[in-house]
């Protein structure tokens, strides 16, 4: 069955779902491999449930990255490059980089007619190439040739004698080819050169590296700029040898096929002189160069004698703005002298400590980037690679493999040249291939595989993205629906599939394509298990299990389950009232007008197609589209790391545009996210919101804390004093089992308190500090009632939906619904100047109808107050809320990139070419456009 999870943020959806089904049914399928197969898996812990029954084998596919690793892509995830290279292994036709011509295999005759064709009188040696690149002595070699009559080998590129052979180190590495015979290009000599080449063949096993030598030698490259210096028996041209063709030499994770420049990366690590120079409007003495701005600052020291000293060889005012320098002055700070010597002094003038030192002065980036290859301290490189940023390869041209595996193609296109392609016009690429001979039955079934994977990632609505993307670059609703479209892949049956909001970063217009795509899933005889918001998804699920009635401590209760009809029927449940039309999110009653507007001309980051875009400012933003058509590369390309450069001296990459306009509107801008608010157990909603520093505060007030002479230090878990020692505030203790599990226990001194007694022993309200924290967020409004500033902060938290949260609860336990909020409630606690830019992208993720309520008053306070709000969203409940949509278009990769429709949601929705518009009719159908409201300037 396809079956739903649903219910509001925090009531237990995914603790069931993948906490306690997915979790046993890993731990039983572990349980059931050889003792010798589970060492290698770790021990799988028991989830807290009395009995399970009729649990299949688990698969989750959740909402994280597919990948950190750069070298990961769409084509190596879904297994697509695998097969293609296997298929240009087998059918491709090998060309020579250099020349484009094919590369064939050369007999000994055409191999001796390419040599006579050199100028006559060229002299040149013959050699067999032996060892490549291997460790070892290699003393029985020598012997052994020494034995059959040969006189001299070429080390390392040196030649010696066979009897004066030098002792080879064998921890390194030695290339060793044997010395054949030197000759001359003459018509008399044929016979000669013929049984060289072929004694040469059969000593490097098919292969030939010829020497040319002396003046003639350098006549002849002249002469010949191609000129054969490497041959081959199996394949050569212009001089080099071709391997034979193997799926590594298409691999960019190999060195047979990466590039050696950019180790198959793509992209090279390059100081930026955006970077190293972020404020051209200073002058050197101000800090116009961020390395250097320290020394300056200080105004003496080694460092800053060597500015003073360039600046006198370079006629450079330290003076002077940056941009008023002129090229020829910047280029000489910039890239050194070309070697010429600097004078730098030391000491004082006059004394026996004052002396003068010549140096070469290379150059700020020159000197940046030596000390970055030469540093072996990690913190070291950290400092240097703030002045750096990602640059395409310029030996690959940003395709990752090296020249010679580039140049083998299919069809007239390399490896290169597919994985380019989007998945929609691969796939059409190869359902209409066909090859040569028998090349076409010799790929049938690697074809079909191609096309197979192809088709499931069509399916899922990714086929505007390239095979060639990046992993790390996926949205987490792009990484699961392919790793979804790899499960489909691989036509498994019998199991449990557990997804997480599948339908996270999909317009409305791909979702049915998705539910097909389940359904299919399900078909094959699997559970599909999907813990979901979308009302579309919820509508064509088998079974629905609705949790509630409210959060954390309020919830975990199956309030409903059954059909989406017995559902929408149901009057305990709250999914239920919304499907049926009791319950709803209003259109707000007007839409407010713009204060002013920023600006972004020339807007050109990856798909974006050279657009200027205007954004208004105090009003609720929507940024919109079909996926892929460019919203985050305009908002979190471009937007967000040009703002903060701007407005926080950021040293973000900031994607490519002409100019932005109307930056002195906004001091601030803020990207509210879902990532967890810590990484520890130790952070919380207390100690981020800081009102646990006001809580220690009231605590060391209290009459028994003056007494003890105990301070706000005392109440912290983090540090010594107060703290249980035993366990260190964590309140539990590992316990580790050998062959099992490791077990986390309660403290046996602090009980799991995280405090020693003499601090628990502190009460406020017959409360310790060990009971706040474990105190609900409404609870503690009532327990502080007379503290005006913390109550303020914890009605913020209140406000933003998150009353039935512990003050002390841990980070990793919280949603990232939960995160997010808790986040949004710290800004409305911040004094606002009412100048602020938000930006959240697709803040709806893990949010019930009810919670995205909830989320659309915070985001109206927060513009209410003055500030203006960018959301990135598919949801239509937030997009029909906002004052002004922004809609990009109007397909995904290529076919997107433009500004399909702008203006309020009634305009957007009469935009007959908006998709987004074409959702929205139907909902703004209810209602005429309200009357405009002027936003509010400040607060």
Known sequence: KLVVFTGVSGSGKSSLAFDTLYAEGQRRYVETLSSYARQFLGQLERPQVEHLRGLSPTIAIEQKSASSNPRSTVGTITEVYDYLRVLYARAGEQHCHLCGKPVKAQSSEQIVEELLAMPEGTKFVLLAPLVTHRKGEFKDL????????????????????????????????????????????????????????????????????????????????????????????????????????????????????????????????????????????????????????????????????????????????????????????????????????????????????????????????????????????????????????????????????????????????????????????????????ELPGNRQKITEGVRREITSRLSFLLNVGLDYLTLDRSGPTLSGGEAQRIRLASQLGSELSGVMYVLDEPSIGLHQRDNQRLIETLRRLRDLGNTVLVVEHDEETIRAADYVVDFGPGAGHLGGRVMAAGTPEEIERDPESLTGAYLSGRARIELPASRREPRGWLEIQGASEHNLRNIDVRFPLGVLLAVTGVSGAGKSSLVNGILLPALGRALHNSTEPVGAHRAIKGLKALDKVIAIDQKPIGRTPRSNPGTYTKAFDQIRDIFAELPESRARGYGPGRFSFNVKGGRCE?????????????????????????????????????????????????????????????????????????????????????????????????????????????RTLYVLDEPTTGLHFEDIRKLLGVLHRLVEAGNTVVVIEHSLDVIKCADWVIDLGPEGGAGGGQVIAEGTPEDVARVARSYTGQFLRPLLSARRPSPRVQAPASV
């Not at 030695?174 to 072929?198: S, Y």
């Not at 950290?382 to 041209?397: I, Q, T, V």
């Not at 002390?808 to 606690?829: D, F, H, I, N, W």
């Open 142 to 433: 020598f012997e052994e040739l020494r034995g059959r009559g040969f006189v001299r080998v070429e080390i390392d590129g040196a030649q010696h004698r066979l009897d004066e052979a030098p002792r080879l180190d064998k921890k390194l590495k030695h290339t060793i080819a044997l010395v054949v015979d030197r000759l001359v290009v003459r018509a008399d000599e044929r016979q000669r050169i013929t049984e060289g080449v072929e004694l040469a063949l059969q000593e490097g096993r098919g292969e030939i590296r010829v020497e040319l030598q002396g003046d003639d030698g350098a006549a002849a490259r002249k002469r010949r700029p191609a000129a054969p210096l490497l041959f081959s028996a199996a394949r050569s041209c212009c001089g080099q040898s071709f391997p034979e063709l193997s799926p590594q030499s298409f691999s960019f994770n190999s060195p047979l096929g990466m590039c050696g420049a950019c180790n198959g990366l793509g992209t090279r690590l390059e100081i930026d002189p955006g970077l190293v120079i972020p404020d051209p409007a200073l002058s050197i003495r101000e800090g116009a160069i961020a390395p250097w701005a320290s020394a300056m600052s200080r105004g003496e020291g080694w460092t800053f004698r060597i500015i003073d000293a360039v600046a006198k060889a370079c006629s450079v005012d330290l003076d002077v703005p940056w941009r008023k320098l002129g090229a020829k002055k910047q280029e000489m700070v910039l890239h050194g002298l070309s070697g010429k010597r600097i004078a730098v002094t030391w000491g004082k003038e006059g004394t026996e400590t004052h002396g003068t030192w010549g140096m070469r002065f290379e150059g700020v980036i020159p000197s940046l980037m030596r000390r970055f290859q030469q540093s072996s301290s990690e913190s070291a490189r950290d400092a240097y690679r703030k002045f750096m940023s990602e640059r395409p390869c310029d030996a690959c041209g940003s395709r990752r493999m090296r020249p010679e595996s580039l140049a083998v193609r299919v069809a007239d296109r390399s490896i290169a040249d597919v994985t380019a392609m989007t998945v929609k016009d691969a796939f059409e690429h190869f359902a209409r291939l």
């Open 726 to 834: 035993a366990c260190s505030g964590d309140g539990m203790v590992k316990v580790e089992m050998h062959f099992l599990a490791d077990v986390y226990v309660p403290c046996e001194v602090c009980a799991g308190k995280r405090y020693s007694a003499q601090t628990l022993a502190v009460r406020y309200k017959g409360k310790s500090i060990a009971d706040i924290l474990d105190t609900s967020i409404e609870d503690c409004l009532q327990l502080f009632e007379h503290h005006v500033a913390l109550r303020r902060v914890l009605d913020t938290l209140v406000e933003v939906g998150l009353g039935y949260m512990k003050i002390g609860q841990s980070a990793p336990t919280m949603s990232g619904g939960e995160a997010q909020r808790v986040k949004l409630s710290r800004e409305l606690g911040k004094s606002q100047t009412g």
